[in-house]
């Protein structure tokens, strides 16, 4: 085992924290306030340049449109380089608007198919001002009652919808279809799954890729199988990653199912896909309803760091000789050993290495900054969680 590139690929490892973590969320039934939360957009990037600071493993901060709207994109994305991060992956947003109650861009009315195109083209005027590759689209779109539309009407919309975005990529672009099974829809969605999702983007050319949110599949669905059919068609654009026990439940990363990231980690480093030159992007999609927001936010990015310590431990020279060899048990116990190794040592010490506290949840907590944006901060914002 060569741990040098072990502790090399965990330095370089990019994951890119959502804007709308550091809002105040909830469900529909409460959503609890927490002091210190950001006001503007601003202050959202300020939140997540802290979760940057203290892991140095969390350069980017994907944006929401309308929510992250600001006047001055640009001067936006110069505070959040001031900041030490960048603006990453521009989320549009198509399921707060009365407009979209039958659906957006599968509407059976074509004003309304219009105007939610006319919004995915201001996302990537939006690109264009931060300095953003990738356009991810989830659409709530679905139906609740048989026979309320037809099905097969609503994938052709769909297509052509997504061809007009398409088309308006430049060529260093990205459109990523996120999918998702079911809700805020509850008979049929219109995009519910990744065959769905990449049926789509192989339509739609090269620069399309699927979007796999981890809390988006039926209980007991294997999500690394999804992971490694998508790698092997070169489709995998990036990771929504969150943990769910019921729905879409928008928890910490590997706090419900840390086994389950590990096999997720366990396909992406077995295909190289570590390497961002392959074009996965490594994202949270998380709010934090109850925890602080930050400290939620940093354990989520150590999490995965720690997934992908144990994915790169496993001994991949003795693994493939025991599948080979059809030794069943032989096999799977070094994916096992690799998996019940502790590897919070050596994850500090990657930090320590890279001049970082050793411990980011100790650090941040002694930095004083909670108490800070506490008092500075009065009246913040809550996040739209309309999803
Ligand atoms: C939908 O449930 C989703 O996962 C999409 O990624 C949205 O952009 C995000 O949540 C925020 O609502
Ligand atoms: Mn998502
Ligand atoms: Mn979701």
Redo the contacts with the bound molecule.
């Keep these: 085992m060569d741990i040098d590139a072990v502790k090399d690929a965990l330095a370089a490892q990019a994951i890119e924290v959502?804007s709308?973590a550091y809002g105040n969320s909830g469900t529909r039934f409460k959503v609890f306030g927490s002091p210190g939360t950001p006001r503007d957009p601003f202050e959202k990037i300020a939140d997540a340049a802290q979760v940057n600071l203290f892991t140095g493993a969390a350069p980017r901060v994907s944006l929401?449109i309308p929510w992250d709207r600001v006047d001055d994109l640009a001067a936006l994305a110069q505070y959040a380089r001031d900041l030490g991060v960048e603006i990453g992956t521009i989320?549009s947003?198509v399921?707060q608007d009365d407009d979209y109650r039958l659906g957006s861009l599968t509407n059976a009315d074509a004003a309304i198919r219009a105007k939610a195109v006319a919004h995915h083209l201001e996302c990537l005027d939006v690109m264009r001002e931060t300095g953003s590759r990738d356009l991810?689209i989830?659409l709530?779109d679905g139906t609740n009652y048989p026979g309320q539309d037809s099905i097969r009407a609503r994938q052709d919309r769909l297509a052509d919808g997504l061809a007009e975005i398409y088309a308006a990529l430049r060529p260093d672009e990205r459109l990523l279809l996120?999918y998702?099974f079911f809700?805020p829809y509850f008979y049929t969605t219109d995009v519910p799954d990744w065959g769905t999702s990449l049926v789509h983007c192989l339509e739609l050319g090269d620069q399309a890729m699927v979007?796999l949110?981890t809390?988006?599949h039926a209980p007991g669905t294997n999500i690394e199988f999804i992971v490694a059919q998508l790698l092997r068609l070169d489709r995998l654009g990036a990771f929504?990653f969150n943990s769910r026990f019921y729905a879409?439940d928008?928890l910490i990363v590997g706090a419900a199912d840390p086994f389950q990231l590990f096999r997720i980690m366990h396909e992406i480093v077995q295909a190289g896909a570590l390497d961002p030159a392959v074009g996965v992007n490594f994202m949270l999609?998380q709010c934090h309803n109850i925890e602080d927001k930050i400290p939620g936010q940093i354990r989520s990015i150590m999490n995965v760091q720690e997934a992908t310590a144990k994915a790169l431990l496993v001994d991949a020279d003795a693994l493939a000789d025991a599948q080979v060899a059809g030794d069943v048990l032989g096999a799977n116990a070094i994916l096992m050993d690799a998996y019940a190794t502790d590897v919070r040592p050596l994850v500090a010490q990657v930090r320590e290495e890279k001049g970082l506290d050793p411990d980011p949840m100790r650090a941040y907590a002694a930095s004083g900054y909670a108490e800070r944006i506490a008092a500075e901060r009065v009246g913040g914002q809550q996040a739209s969680?309309?999803?």
Excluded: I, S, T
Aim: glycine share 8%; hydrophobic share 25%.
């Design positions: 959502p709308w929401h989320n947003n399921f991810k989830w709530p996120e998702k809700e979007v949110d809390g988006h929504d879409d928008d999609d969680w309309g999803a």
